[in-house]
């Protein structure tokens, strides 16, 4: 088995299967359900309630809040985040009995879209603590207590981050380090360990601290649960566990504030738990359930915070844009009048189109509460992030050299300030947090094509007789038999009037045919390659590419349909054909390299080059490895003493939030 699907193992022990209809779970096995996208009408106070927050958002965001001095200071100011606090948009998850707003997933994500169009970073901000903060566990997982007394904290006045992340473990969640100890009064936990990249951190007064906990296994009628051993003695194994943490607490270390490409704003912590004590009582749900409730969360912020974000960046950049492309002139012609950029600016507002199309579409799923989405929210995930760089891409190769620029520089001589250059800088982190695409795209693969993967395991676990292997051999053959020869007949489609829509149908019986096709040539690839498929990550991206274009372009009909059926705007029409035929270009070039491909060369010289092979490729520069680039001693001696003094300024800041 792949060691990338082996580092997924303890990963697929927390979660669970598919614990409701998921779209695209079917469209992988080429019976595509489009009735699972059609939703029912957003309720008229939803959308009032939505439209009035965003109005004293913009208000808010023009008067108070200063993009240019965000990124120049590399710092919110404190009178920023109060105000955002008063305002209810830390709450705005939150249900309003604990004194949140109580907004839909769609609102919410509707007002990140606007607070990143202003800035991306403070739409990061606030999104954090609402995502992956305390509030969404303990929503969903913590008990009453927890939520009386943390929930309204939460929603007015005090900021949280999250713990998960460690050097030595980003992706491979499972894999964390820190330990909570029970000591020996059963009272308190003893945390010790280290957290990367924590998002809020120097800035937080709680934190979902994920870490691992010794325990002793207990099994009543048939069910497995965990039960935390005094001073890690006579523990069957050390189990995930959330935590709510306090980042006041003595032992809590915040030893670094990271700086990053771009998103200079965002406060991201390097911090250290040396023996910090941590009541059973902030315990979030049951020992030994961490993992689960980390990946359970991690779908809010891949669904809905971080295609909200990455739509505001794209938007914000869309104008501007235009407006450059109008007014720029080059050896007597403006640059709207080159078919180069006519093509891109017409590839670039198909896109732009599609990334909101299915933006709202897993944000009207989610609100209906009977989806398992983890599937759909990893694919916006990646389609937004994805594309938004590339749009951000595409709109600084018309500024040209005004797109290197930064805006500071701009601005000193009068230029129109538009920082382009800081959008693609900031982009960038998107595509890597909260599950980079690389390993999102095997999570895909690994969620949609469960079942087959899960019926072909025993049969290449080892542990099988040669009689059982062929007796299982047998059975797959009579599974496969019937359902190889469904995936040549074509399924009728519904007879909803928004599937039935002259322009929408086309495309749906497209993505229908196409599914099928995709799933005979993952059949053929699995017969192929059999156990060796789970090593294949050349076809399974291609999979996952074909499955994330055949989703947006349902959603792309189905938003055109509903904009002009409610709106009455036909041009949408032409932003979703614009979009339609880049995608099925996409498409049918992934569905070709499926099967014919070079890719087994180049990842031949990818690990003759890991060997050293080309020695050349080196030669004629001033050569330097990546230990070269450790600071001396004499230098890094500095580095505590800065460290100090900045973990003084993190905890005054602490105080002013708690205060």
């Known amino acids: 088995m792949s060691t990338l699907f082996k580092g997924f193992e303890r990963i697929e022990d927390a979660r669970e299967r598919l614990s409701g209809p998921s779209f695209l779970a079917g469209l992988f096995d080429g019976r595509p359900d489009f009735e699972l996208l059609l939703t029912p009408p957003e309720p008229p106070e939803e959308q009032a309630a939505g439209a009035a927050f965003c109005r004293q958002i913009e208000a808010f965001l023009r008067h108070e809040v200063d993009p240019d001095q965000i990124e120049r200071e590399a710092k919110i100011p404190d009178a920023v985040i109060q105000g955002l606090f008063k305002l209810g948009a830390f709450g705005m998850k939150i249900p309003k009995s604990y004194g949140g707003l109580g907004f839909s997933y769609t609102n919410y994500g509707r007002v990140l879209t606007l607070m990143a169009s202003w800035s991306n970073i403070l739409a990061l901000t606030v999104a954090v603590p609402q995502s992956i903060g305390i509030a969404m566990p303990i929503l969903l997982f913590g008990n009453d207590s927890q939520k009386q007394h943390y929930l309204p904290l939460v929603a007015k006045e005090a900021l949280s981050a999250f713990a998960l992340t460690e050097p030595l473990t ?3 969640a499972a894999n964390v380090r820190t330990e909570a100890v029970l000591d020996g009064s059963g009272r308190q936990f003893l945390v010790n360990g280290e957290k990367l990249w924590c998002t809020n951190g120097p800035i937080a007064r ?78 979030i749900g049951e020992v030994g359930k961490g993992l689960k409730y980390a990946l359970t969360i991690l779908n809010v912020g891949r669904g809905i915070s971080i295609p909200a974000i990455c739509l505001g960046m794209a938007k914000q950049a869309w104008q501007p844009t235009l407006d450059r492309a109008n007014a720029r002139v080059t050896f007597h012609k403006p640059l709207a009048e080159r078919q180069t950029q006519q093509i891109r600016l017409g590839d670039m507002a198909g896109h732009l189109f599609a990334m909101e199309a299915l933006s709202v579409m897993v944000w009207r799923l989610a609100d209906q509460h009977r989806h398992d989405i983890r599937i759909e929210a990893a694919v916006a995930k990646i389609f937004c992030s994805e594309h938004t760089i590339q749009f951000l891409r595409d709109a600084q190769i018309l500024f040209g050299g005004m797109g290197y620029e930064t805006a500071a520089s701009k601005m000193a001589r009068g230029e129109a300030a538009f920082g382009i250059e800081q959008l693609v800088r900031d982009a960038e982190m998107y595509r890597i947090g909260e599950g980079a695409t690389d390993i999102l795209r095997p999570f895909i693969v690994r969620e949609g094509l469960s079942h087959h993967l899960d019926r072909a395991k025993p049969l290449y676990s080892g542990d099988l007789s040669i009689l059982d292997q062929l007796t299982h051999m047998v059975k797959l053959a009579g599974f496969y038999g019937p359902w190889y020869m469904r995936q040549w007949l074509r399924r009728p489609l519904p007879d909803d009037p928004a599937l039935s829509h002259p322009q929408v149908r086309p495309v749906l019986q497209y993505v229908e045919r196409t599914s099928r096709r995709l799933a005979r040539e993952t059949f053929y690839a699995m017969v192929r390659f059999q156990a060796a498929f789970q090593d294949e990550q050349r076809v399974q991206n291609r999979i996952e590419s074909i499955g994330e274009d055949l989703l947006a372009l349902v959603a792309t009909v189905l938003y055109a349909e509903q904009q002009t059926r409610l709106e009455g705007w036909a041009t949408v029409w032409e932003l979703a054909e614009a979009f339609d035929v880049a995608a099925r270009q996409r498409i049918s070039q992934r569905l070709r390299e499926i099967r014919h491909h070079r890719d087994g060369l180049t990842a031949t010289t990818g690990v003759q080059a890991l060997k050293g092979y080309y020695p050349g490729l080196s030669s004629g520069i001033v050569h330097r490895r990546l230990d070269d680039y450790r600071r001396q001693a004499a230098v890094s001696d500095a580095i505590p003493m800065a460290m100090a003094s900045q973990s003084v300024r993190m905890k005054d800041q602490r105080r002013i939030n708690q205060s």
């Open 170 to 172: 980003g992706s491979d």
């Open 206 to 283: 709680y934190a979902t601290l994920i870490a691992r906990v010794p325990a002793r296994r207990v099994v009543l009628e048939g069910q497995t649960s965990w039960i935390p051993v005094p001073e890690g003695k006579g523990a069957d194994d050390r189990v995930h566990t959330a935590f709510i943490l306090d980042m006041s607490a003595p032992g809590v270390q915040v030893r670094q504030r990271c700086q990053f490409e771009g998103c200079r704003g965002i406060e991201n912590a390097h911090m250290t738990m040396q023996q910090v004590r941590v009541p059973v009582e902030n315990v």
